[in-house]
């Protein structure tokens, strides 16, 4: 069974920086897509970012140039580098992978990012 094991997330003040980890395991031919995705009270989880297995990255436009995605295929590990962080970034960020071979999606748990003075 696929497992997602996020870490990372926590307390920052406006203009700081935080790097999300996913860890993912229990896939004999590893993982598709990688990404992250955030939700705050009331509202849709929506796509930060997306990664796939050659390193091909989509993000959403507002965010790049702040935000990073990156993997370790050795590791099945994603990465999400929040830079500049202001206050609106404030979410449960939730990693998703696609697992082999028939593309599969998981969640992870979330792991929370508050940026507040």
């Known amino acids: 069974q696929v497992q997602l094991v996020e870490s990372g997330g926590g307390l920052v003040q406006p203009g700081g920086s935080l790097r999300l980890s996913c860890a993912a395991s229990?896939?004999?031919?590893?993982?598709?897509?990688m990404g992250w995705y955030r939700q705050t009270p009331g509202n849709q989880r929506e796509l930060v970012a997306q990664?796939?297995?050659?390193?091909?990255?989509m993000y959403v436009a507002s965010l790049k140039g702040r935000f990073t995605i990156s993997r370790d295929n050795a590791k099945n590990t994603v990465y999400l580098q929040m830079n500049s962080l202001e206050p609106e970034d404030t979410a449960v960020y939730y990693c998703?992978?696609?697992?082999?071979?028939?593309?599969?999606?998981?969640w992870g748990q979330g792991t929370p990012v508050t940026v507040s003075s």
């Open positions: 990664i796939s297995r050659l390193n091909t990255t």
């Open positions: 998703n992978v696609e697992a082999f071979p028939g593309r599969t999606t998981y």
């Open positions: 229990g896939s004999r031919f590893g993982f598709a897509d």
